[in-house]
């Protein structure tokens, strides 16, 4: 029923959320394999990320208090990610990005992952995170830049000597702003933080389609979750591929009870390529 709607005519949209990358083994902040469950078992005895809760580092006023540790916190989950590797859902929906001319895929995802797959003109709606911007109002180091340098081996610096967000001290290995020599930070939308209103405005328009796709993701974050509403507004067949229902399966066209690299797979496998 889903493989037979997907074509070359056919106006394609994908919203990706964290269970994509699940099979990759990239943590999430939500559900099985969450960020703290990675911490308490990467950390070993001393497991210094399981004081925290991601919404205590990724967050702007955590910045400015200690610019160091927010750093080392994102090094850190760098070096998760970089173990990781594109599953068979990142590179079904690669493919079918090269395949289908009206193909779009928005991810609320920060890994990179759909990129390394190959995917074309991915719209990160949260960011990257292997991209920094400047921390400052500096206008050129105002667009992100690519920046896949992991700073996890810096040494330790006493509790008592925290490093402002005002200071452009690189001693501590902080990554500076090449352009005005302030703090950089990771490209990413922390909590709090307003979505870029053109990456918004463009996964938007991608709502007006055929078929849209939400696969791997909660559906309670907005404004992600309101592009499935925006799809359905639209006349798109919708469908859900998630292993646990969520708040928009009983909305959809077709709900897929499985992980994303098994459906996805086997979509894939029935779509006439003739």
């Known amino acids: 029923m889903v493989a037979a709607r997907l074509t070359r005519e056919t106006r394609i949209t994908v919203l990706t959320g964290a269970g994509v990358s699940a099979a990759s083994g990239v943590p999430t902040f939500r559900g ?3 960020l703290a469950e990675a911490a308490s078992v990467l950390c070993g005895e001393d497991g210094r990320w399981r004081r925290f809760r991601p919404e205590e580092l990724a967050d702007a006023q955590a910045f400015a208090r200690d610019p160091r540790l927010v750093w080392e916190w994102y090094d850190w989950r760098r070096s ?3 173990a990781c590797r594109p599953n068979r859902a990142h590179d079904v929906l690669a493919a079918w990005s090269r395949r ?4 779009t895929l928005v991810t609320q995802n920060v890994d990179g ?8 003109e991915v719209v990160r709606m949260h960011g990257s995170i292997w991209h920094v911007r400047c921390a400052r109002p500096c206008a050129a180091g105002a667009t992100p830049w690519r920046d896949d340098a992991q700073r996890t081996q810096r040494p330790q610096r006493p509790q008592s000597q925290p490093l402002s967000a ?3 001290s690189s001693a501590f290995d902080v990554p500076a702003c090449p352009h005005c020599g302030g703090l950089t930070r990771p490209a990413v939308v922390w909590f709090g933080e307003a979505l870029d209103q053109a990456i918004v405005a463009r996964a938007t328009a991608a709502t007006d389609c055929d078929v849209f796709f939400a ?11 309101g592009l499935l509403h925006e799809a359905k507004r639209h006349g798109a067949f919708t469908v859900e591929i998630n292993p646990e229902a969520t708040d928009a399966s009983h909305l959809v066209d077709a709900a897929i009870a499985q992980p ?5 797979d086997a979509i894939d496998a029935m779509i006439d390529t003739s």
């Open 113 to 120: 992952l759909h990129e390394a797959a190959g995917t074309k």
């Open 80 to 82: 998760l990610i970089a």
């Open 100 to 103: 289908f001319p009206r193909f």
């Open 166 to 168: 005002d200071s452009a």
């Open 260 to 264: 994303a690299e098994a459906a996805l």
């Open 215 to 225: 696969v791997g993701t909660s559906a309670v974050v907005y404004p992600a979750a």
């Open 32 to 34: 099985p394999g969450r």
